[in-house]
């Protein structure tokens, strides 16, 4: 119990103090994610509104296999990136393992099924009447379909959201690409890894508190966001 | 009033990717972000980055040859594969056998030997087993009844693994079969330093180096239990990785020389030789640059 307290207590002087290499690594986390975070956003909003405007054979079969791949495992996300842009890989000649662009590379292929598969469970969940009014006022598809992702845009707000959580929080991928490096690879989950195996408990507690504070402040403020509703 | 806030939420992730650049910046001083160039990589065994080694050479080696330094620490095993694909520069491990090979198949230019010390039989301060002071291979051949205390294996292929098997090798078994001796037997399958903070939980005996051990010491209940042996003699040497076997690395073949130049110049030897006497009471590892190869 101690322990823990001391972690607290260590975690409030970290902040406080603005240690710079926590401040460091926060950022890093930070700029990583929403990196990532961008990326999947811009390929997965348009293909999740592809695959549910468009009627095609197994499109239920792709939607299952999109939301069965929400809890794929990092590590293997992991191991499949470090085997494509390992020197000795196909990608290896862009030189990128263990920089932070492949970790970016890496989390958005990771948080692309949640970011795709939530943007069409957002598009379905609009009221039928809002495409079959537009629809009979004599709008064209493309029309139609701009109406229904301008309804559905708070619930693909969460989608975004959402991908933005798993790419700050998930630690096998960062290690496995990033390698942990210090000053260039290390994030807030690999640093606590790292802390914890070598025995700094109250580190690691302090490094955990910072997490949960930024995943804290950015759901209260999609929380608030939709609430303007 | 609502588009306007999803512009803000679009707004900050921009900013905060900007800000990626900018610290990409500020840490590798200068505009290579995007690029292995420039930075040389080292992977280390862990024993060499737990005990805080790596961190203490890292800024000397860094403003010594203006080059960034990107230290990669995994176990000896990860680490030679890293070197086999070519995504490191040079290596710094304790795996004899398989460094020979790795230098035998092409894949090292050559094992350069820049600091040793021993592993340590470590257990719980009471010895449940009895095995204080033994013969490592007589310790071991107790240790195996299992009934006393359990074991805990790194089982990652690291250096001190591939020793810890040595050991049950000559002390006269099979290691698949201990493997699967019974629940005594436990494969951590981590780090040294996590291995140590396991044993001490559950008050079983694993083998480590020293220099964690020591590193780790005010975090254990755990005690020396047999430190004798030229078996449990353990050296670091540094390879550089052979740039004809993969040519990506070539860029940085003359930065992974001047790394062991490094490591074994005269002044970076007092530094290994005197590290952690200050913090631990005394000295970790005990340089060995340019002379034979400890056999005791």
Same mark, same amino acid.
């Given at each position: ?14 902040? #406080?103090?603005? +240690? ?8 890093? =986390? ?5 990196? $990532? ?11 999740? =509104?592809? !695959? ?23 590590? #293997? ?46 598009? $379905? ?14 709008? +064209?598809?493309?029309? #139609? ?31 496995? #690409? ?18 914890? =195996? ?5 580190? $690691? ?11 804290? !402040? ?12 | 009033?609502? /588009? ?61 040859? /203006? ?19 070519? @995504?490191? @520069? ?55 009844? *299992? ?8 089982? @990652? ?33 981590? *780090? ?28 254990? /209940? ?75």
């Amino acid at each position: 119990m101690e322990e823990i307290w001391n972690g607290f207590v260590k975690a409030i002087q970290l902040i #406080v103090t603005l +240690d710079p290499e926590v401040m460091e690594i926060t950022g890093r =986390s930070l700029a990583i994610a929403a990196a $990532s975070c961008l990326l999947a956003t811009a390929i997965c909003i348009p293909l999740g =509104s592809l !695959i549910h405007f468009n009627r095609f054979a197994g499109k239920r079969a792709l939607i299952n296999v999109i939301q069965t791949m929400y809890s794929v495992p990092t590590v #293997v996300i992991g191991l499949l990136v470090f085997l494509l842009f390992s020197r000795a890989g196909p990608l290896g000649y862009m030189e990128l393992l263990f920089t932070p662009t492949v970790m970016v590379i890496g989390q958005a292929v990771l948080i692309a099924p949640i970011v795709a598969g939530l943007t069409i469970t957002a598009l $379905s969940g609009v009221d039928k009447a809002v495409p079959e009014t537009a629809t009979a006022l004599g709008a +064209d598809r493309f029309q #139609v379909a701009l109406l229904t992702m301008r309804e559905a845009r708070f619930a693909m707000l969460t989608a975004i959201v959402m991908g933005f959580g798993r790419a700050i929080s998930e630690v096998g991928l960062a290690l496995m #690409v990033g390698g942990n490096i210090r000053g260039y690879t290390r994030v807030l989950t690999t640093a606590i890894a790292l802390e914890t =195996s070598k025995g700094d408990i109250e580190l $690691s507690i302090a490094l955990g508190i910072i997490l949960i504070a930024v995943a804290l !402040i950015i759901n209260i403020a999609l929380n608030r966001l939709q609430q303007r509703k | 009033m609502r /588009n306007k806030a999803i512009i803000c939420f679009f707004s900050l992730l921009v900013t905060i990717v900007l800000l990626l650049s900018i610290f990409g910046c500020t840490t590798a001083q200068g505009n290579e972000i995007l690029s292995a160039r420039e930075r040389l990589r080292v992977a280390t065994t862990t024993s060499l980055y737990d005990t805080g080694l790596w961190g203490y050479l890292e800024p000397i080696f860094e403003k010594k040859y /203006n080059v960034e330094l990107d230290v990669l620490y995994a176990g000896s095993g990860i680490a030679l594969e890293y070197g086999k694909r070519g @995504d490191v @520069d040079v290596i710094t491990v304790h795996d004899k056998a398989r460094e020979q090979q790795f230098v035998a198949e092409g894949y090292g230019i050559e094992r350069v030997l820049f600091a040793y010390n021993y592993f340590l039989i470590v257990g719980p301060a009471n010895d449940p087993a009895g095995i204080k002071s033994m013969k490592p291979e007589d310790a071991f051949k107790k240790l195996a009844d *299992g009934s006393a205390a359990s074991f805990i294996s790194r089982g @990652d292929e690291s250096g001190t693994h591939a020793k810890e098997k040595a050991l049950w090798k000559s002390a006269g078994f099979d290691y698949e079969k201990i493997r699967k001796a019974g629940s005594w037997y436990i494969e951590g399958g981590k *780090g040294m330093g996590s291995t140590l903070l396991m044993a001490s939980e559950k008050q079983g005996y694993t083998i480590s180096d020293m220099g964690t051990f020591l590193a780790f010491k005010g975090k254990l /209940n755990l005690v020396t239990i047999v430190d004798r042996g030229s078996i449990l003699l353990n050296v670091y040497s540094v390879i550089p990785v052979n740039p004809e076997k993969n040519p990506k690395v070539a860029l940085n073949a003359q930065k992974a020389k001047d790394m062991v130049s490094f490591l074994t110049s005269a002044e970076i030897q007092k530094l290994i030789g005197d590290y952690g006497i200050k913090t631990y009471g005394t000295p970790l590892f005990i340089p060995c640059a340019g002379k034979p190869e400890p056999t005791e």
